[in-house]
């Protein structure tokens, strides 16, 4: 993991503990700046767009298959899309940073 202070996507994803943020040739600088990628995705970003929110645990139909798919996924590499959401409910955006963040100073390899 590596720290991160920008735009968490919809999706909730921590963007310091992603494999495309930790690659050392050509890494995505993180889903502030990489704004495009993120504004593109069918999946969340524009589904959110479409109802009028910003991240997935604000929909009526949360967690809805396609996110509990997508975030099964995502377990091998150390998040819980659904418990990603949660923490974002109940901290706000910085709250998640924060708290992520300091998981990522643990961590040690940064």
Not at 67 to 83: H, L, P, V
Not at 86 to 106: H, I, T, V
Request: aromatic residues 14%.
């Amino acid at each position: 993991m590596k720290p991160y202070d920008g735009r968490i996507p919809a999706c909730g994803v921590f963007c310091g503990g992603c494999p495309m943020y930790l690659k050392e040739k050509k890494p995505c600088p993180g889903a502030e700046i990489n704004k495009a990628r993120c504004e593109k995705c069918k999946t969340f970003h524009l589904c959110c767009e479409g109802r009028g929110i910003v991240h997935c645990y604000e929909c009526k139909t949360f967690p809805c298959f396609k996110f509990k798919r997508f975030s099964k996924n995502w377990e091998k590499y150390g998040q819980n899309f659904i418990g990603n959401q949660q923490r974002l409910k109940e901290s706000g955006a910085d709250g998640f940073l924060k708290y992520f963040n300091s998981l990522s100073e643990m961590d040690g390899s940064h």
